[in-house]
Nanobody, 117 residues
Framework: QVQLVESGGGLVQAGGSLRLSCAAS????????MGWFRQAPGKEREFVAR????????KYADSVKGRFTISRDNAQDTVYLQMNSLKPEDTAVYYC??????????WGQGTQVTVSS
């Protein structure tokens, strides 16, 4: 079992920045990759970014490339999402997830990010 707790969401003006954190606990030594997803009102949950736990390889959705940066601190079992140049369309609930292989196995409770124009 892995528990994920997100923090760092809030209200920010367009062009501003936020950093989300996701603290993992439990069977973290077996994690393969951690990622961030988001879900806006009336829309399906979508992939934002991911990072491999051991090698630190990253992948981003096209909509956030160049603006968002995912990173991890293995010693703290925490993954971060630095979000810069935020746009109103980035408004969503952001979820952290952990994978042990081919599927996203665990999810956090989500943190709200609201970007005002």
């Amino acid at each position: 079992q892995v528990q994920l707790v997100e923090s760092g969401g809030g209200l920010v003006q367009a062009g501003g920045s936020l950093r989300l954190s996701c603290a993992a606990s439990g069977r973290t030594f077996s994690m393969y990759v951690m990622g961030w997803f988001r879900q806006a009102p009336g829309k399906e949950r979508e992939f934002v970014a991911r990072i491999t736990w051991s090698g630190g390889r990253t992948k981003y959705a096209d909509s956030v490339k160049g603006r968002f940066t995912i990173s991890r601190d293995n010693a703290q079992d925490t993954v971060y999402l630095q979000m810069n140049s935020l746009k109103p369309e980035d408004t969503a609930v952001y979820y952290c997830s952990a994978s042990f292989g081919s599927s996203w196995d665990y999810w956090g409770q989500g943190t709200q990010v609201t970007v005002s124009s």
